[in-house]
């Protein structure tokens, strides 16, 4: 027990002192030039423009919302997809029972509009 | 540990969003205890049909949690953003319309 | 397994599915033929509850993953009940909303839905699906009314302090599985057998944590009076009634079968103990200075639920009796403040207490019912509030706690207080100029059925507290 836990304190604080140290070595070692390339965002590749914070369109967030909600659902899919042959035929109904009733969740996104894009 | 700094994420974070994150923080937190518990302490088998099962409370629980988190931000981010069309903000602190 | 069994269940959840289809299948625009529907749908399912009980079916099946009994069908005879009233009486409050789709009626056919998982479920999981099934449909309820900023605002609040109370409920939950390797509320029992150490009592405290923030305990309250008052009213009734019932039913079987032994005759009992005293006294006693009707109704809820609390501290068969007695008539009498709430509200966009006054002129039906259901939760004697009172107190006496009882009688003398400040004001100020209240058909057959329901009670307990008996034994024997 406490060698098993042994071991995760020593990763601990290996895992503590590893950056600290790389964070350490170029501040050190590393010469200091700042200039204007130096203080971009990005010192390769296209120059930035505008705001970062810039609004999405709520379209997007509702597309997003429904994609959440019924991809964390297939997860229900898989169990039943690996064991389909040993469960048989009621298992079969029983999905298809639940695939309906996400349809129904879909078909009321899809009238509500949430689907569409203005 | 996990459970604790989402905890401290729903109680001190000012944006909305940052809270529903720290809130998935508090149940991933749960799913590792549930899944770490089946898997170290509970891994046991029985025999069904002479086929070896193991018994998988934890893990199918974990499932059930995911999906249950997953609808509960779905509707809190659905809020978020009725709330952001009535008032242009996703603070936490300017919900105060309602005093106690 | 037995699929008879789980009639009750899925008829309901047949009916909500198919009133949201057919919400989407029908144009917009104020359909009529929703409410009816539901109704009908409530009451089928009633029906068949109704026979389960009568024929005193006691089954489990998965492993007593899941109980149908007695006591589950009283609850979900009781959750119905509400759901029903709350439709009746919401019927005009919904028309009005502008967008309005059958999903208002969905959502409350699938909040009963989770309650009767909930009141059902013998596994903390499955437990835990039930719950997350109400609250997730009530987040939507409370947030119901989109132009409303204060509606979604308390969508939102609720949401939050919902998830984390859930959130910490399942991470005691969690714990509880990894101290007995199983989630099934029997097993857990007899896994644990006796033994009592500190990890035990955390998830303990983790379990009810997380019930007493749905049942509305000092201090896990603050999400009440908020909620309460910013979601549309109908919702803000079922959510004080329906939504409570179901934590205790809940919240009952997990004390009384999985922690029998941990709770009852140490620490934990008088952990509970002092949440009650406190509820109840804080409860009282800050409903007395709101202004706003819903304010008030939440903090007088809080006090409620710490009444009931009582009798799952009693733990014994009277207690359980009491509890359920006690929350069915509670169902009633709320509904009846509640709908008449909805009225005024109907007709005056607004729910200060203010807005009662010449209520009596105004409509003299409306405010006689007021008048029986606030003296019902009080609990003055000729009503049923007393008999749930009186089973209430006399089960803790019984267990040896007479200062709980104490606090609670003169914390009901308190209530009496406020609950009579409505009743001055809408009886003894002329309220001029206010308009008269129209009083449609199921508004006033809401109103007709809750005040005779709260008056037969109170002068003829006996065939409630059978069926509260008979639900009582089926979970204690």
């Known amino acids: 027990m406490v060698d098993n836990f042994g071991a995760i304190g020593i990763i601990l604080i290996f895992a503590i002192l590893f950056p600290i140290v790389m964070l350490a070595i170029p501040k050190m070692v590393a010469p200091r030039k700042p200039g204007k390339e130096k203080e971009t965002t990005y010192e390769c590749g296209m120059e930035t423009r505008g705001e970062t914070w810039i609004q999405f369109k709520t379209n997007y967030f509702l597309y997003a919302l429904v994609f959440v909600a019924f991809d964390v659902e297939t997860i229900f899919l898989y169990p039943w997809a690996v064991q389909f042959r040993k469960l048989g035929t009621f298992a079969f109904v029983e999905m298809f029972i639940f695939i309906a009733i996400l349809l129904v969740g879909f078909w009321y996104a899809w009238k509500e509009g949430a689907l569409e894009w203005k | ?100 | 397994m037995n699929y008879a069994l789980l009639a009750p269940e899925i008829t309901l959840a047949i009916v909500a599915v198919v009133i949201l289809a057919i919400g989407l299948m029908i144009p917009k625009g104020p359909h009529k033929g929703m409410v009816p529907l539901t109704i009908l749908g409530l009451l089928l399912t009633m029906g068949v509850t109704g026979g389960q009980f009568a024929a005193n079916v006691h089954g489990t099946f998965l492993n007593g993953m899941y109980y149908a009994d007695n006591y589950a069908s009283f609850f979900k005879l009781l959750f119905l009940t509400a759901a029903l009233l709350v439709v009746l009486s919401s019927t005009e409050y919904v028309q009005k909303l502008p967008a309005h789709r059958g999903e208002f009626y969905a959502l409350i056919l699938f909040a009963a839905l989770g309650m009767m998982i909930m009141a059902g479920s013998g596994d903390l999981i499955t437990l835990y699906i039930g719950l997350e099934t109400m609250t997730i449909s009530f987040y939507v309820l409370v947030a119901y009314l989109t132009e409303d900023g204060k509606s979604s605002e308390a969508g939102l609040k609720y949401l939050i302090l919902g998830a984390v109370s859930s959130a910490v409920l399942l991470y005691g939950i969690s714990f509880v599985y990894g101290l007995t390797g199983s989630t099934v509320i029997a097993e857990v029992a007899s896994s644990l057998g006796s033994s009592i150490s500190p990890a035990i009592i955390l998830a303990l405290v983790m379990v009810l944590v997380g019930f007493a923030f749905k049942i509305s305990l000092i201090p896990f309250h603050m999400w009440a009076p908020d909620i309460y008052e910013g979601a549309p009213t109908p919702v803000t009734a079922y959510l004080a009634v329906a939504s409570k019932a179901a934590g205790f039913a809940a919240l009952t079987r997990v004390f009384l079968i999985g922690f029998q032994q941990q709770v009852y005759g140490g620490s934990p009992e008088v952990v509970l103990a002092v949440l009650i005293a406190v509820t109840m006294i804080a409860g009282n006693l800050m409903a007395i200075p709101q202004k706003s009707f819903k304010r008030m109704m939440a903090y007088s809820s809080i006090a409620q639920a710490g009444y009931l609390a009582i009798g799952l501290l009693a733990g014994d068969q009277a207690g359980v009796k009491a509890v359920l007695f006690y929350a069915m008539i509670y169902v009633f009498a709320n509904m009846g403040a509640f709908t008449v709430a909805t009225l005024i509200a109907n007709a005056q966009g607004s729910d200060q207490i203010k807005d009662f006054a010449g209520l009596a002129r105004r409509s003299p039906f409306a405010a006689a019912v007021m008048l029986i259901s606030l003296l019902s939760l009080a609990g003055i004697p000729p009503l049923a509030g007393f008999v749930g009172k009186f089973y209430l107190f006399s089960a803790v006496i019984n267990q040896g706690w007479v200062s709980l009882a104490y606090i609670g009688f003169v914390m009901s003398m308190v209530s009496v207080y406020y609950y009579l400040s409505v009743v001055k004001t809408m009886y003894m100020e002329p309220g001029e100029g206010l308009p008269k209240i129209g009083l449609g058909g199921a508004s006033k057959f809401t109103l007709f059925v809750t005040m005779i329901v709260t008056l037969f009670i109170g002068i003829y307990p006996t065939p409630l507290a059978q069926m509260a008996i008979s639900a009582a034994k089926s979970l204690i024997r």
């Open chain 2, 1 to 100: 540990m996990l459970f604790c700094f989402g905890l401290y994420g729903v109680l001190a974070k000012k944006n909305a969003i940052a809270v529903l994150m720290s809130l998935e923080l508090m149940l991933n937190a749960v799913n590792i205890n549930l899944v770490a518990f089946n898997h170290f302490l509970y891994n046991q088998t029985y025999d069904f049909n002479g086929v070896k099962h193991a018994i998988l409370t934890g893990h199918v629980s974990a499932l059930f949690v995911i999906v249950v988190a997953a609808a509960e931000v779905a509707v809190g981010l659905a809020l978020v953003i009725t709330i952001y069309r009535n008032r242009l903000s996703t603070d936490i602190d300017e919900l105060d319309w309602l005093k106690w």
